[in-house]
């Protein structure tokens, strides 16, 4: 009798990753879904093999499997309609609504085939087809958006800068360039949170920093700032290059991977450094001598955060104490931590000048400091509450700022530590863009410019600051750097501001005649 060829239970093991990753191939990359697959999948065949040593049938045991994976994988997807077309104010009638029925469904289903008689060949069969048919559409639009998508090496408008200093290799200075994810700068603070953080201003000041006072950043969105500052030019010709429709972040990436700055101080005989921040743009930098902090660079939070958004593990929250969302903050407490703790000791490790940047995943949400450094988890984000509450109603307002006092301690460590071991630094400190601040007391043109004004502290060691100013934005950032120490003459571009929305980052609309008037 010939053998059937069962194979079904693979392709649907590995079909909830592949449709996570095609409905966010503009955010994570490919290799973000390899860690997922391989342990789906291998839970997946581990429970088949053993299923089917216990039923001693090959047929039935990955019917079973297949059943146990769709269902797994269903739940997040009906919980999402029903907790949305009831508009439940507790989700917790959302999971015992599924919960119940779903586990009578399954006791049904397991109990029948297991002990029906029939050869469920035919049934085998159509589910083989089903899967190829489901894996093979996840694929063509994968490789649509791909083809559609193609991203290209665009060729730089700066070149390579040819440095003819004869400043020694070493007196040359470090180079810190520090990202705080939407920290918002004194202005911002005093005007729409009623919160004084002079003390951090004062701080800087008494060591000498340069604190731009009515600074904006130059795009809304992390990946376009950072893509343009790191390559000392706007970018807004992306718009052509993708489309003005497009929410493709890849170029951008590419940008940010493979970028002018790092190359720069690569061909001044520095040693490059890049700290993970658990976001695709600044986790793994291959121009980078080393990337620091990167525990997990298999792992994709975004990934595994909708799978278990989409999946029966969603509803654990209800009864156990230590949910999934707080071990994904566990995670981003200990890398925040791992990234202010080493870079206070970077200069130790090696004779070279170095350059290190850092982007800090934070005060941007979650929530997962207390003033104090204490571990603290919010259920709440900018995203959810912020569009329906006024500012002062906002139970995330105080845990922004909560959050904001203990970054602005380690901030403080972390610029005594630097200076402490060298004088002979360069330091920046710089948000990407302020926090989304749309709440609904609040005009467009407020939440605009709490969006793109921005902190922006600088640090050179001779402190000649006559390049800087207080409009400054970060496209010239490195222009200032590069021309006041490294004789080149790159010169400053005029400081634009351009506001996109996260839906349309390609369209952009020039708001710089409001943004910078002090």
Known sequence: MKTQLVFHPILIAIFPVLLIYSQNQHLILFEGIIFPILIILSVAIVFWIALKFVLKNMVKSAIITSLYIFLFFSYGHIFNIINSNFSLDDPTYAHFSIIIPFTILITILTYYFIKTKRKLNNFTSIINMMSIALVAFIIFNISLFTFQNEVTTLDSENNLFNFENNIPLENK????????DEYAPLRTLEKIYEYDNSDFVNFLEDKNFYVAKNSHTNYAE??????????????NYLTEVVGSDSIDQRIPYQMTNDNLVMNNFKSLGYKIYNFDSGWWGTRNIQIADENLCLANQNMDFHTLYELK????LRSVDLFIKKSTQQIFHEERRDRIHCQFFTIMELSEKTNQPIFALMHVMAPHDPYVFGPDGESVDYDYTFAETAKKDSFKKSPNVQAYLDQSTYLSKLLKETVTAILEQSDNSIIIIQSDTGPDVTFSNLTDEQHKLGRMSIFNAYYFPEQKYDLLHDEITPVNSFRVIFDSHFETNYGLLNDEVFFS??????????ITDYTLIP
Request: proline fraction near 6%; glycine fraction near 0%; charge should be neutral.
């Open 173 to 180: 200075p470090n180079v810190y360039y520090i990202i705080m």
């Open 501 to 510: 929305t996260y839906e349309k980052p390609y369209i952009f609309e020039q």
């Open 309 to 312: 958004q989409t999946s029966i």
């Open 222 to 235: 992390t990946f376009l700032v950072l893509s343009s500052t790191l390559n000392m030019k706007y970018v």
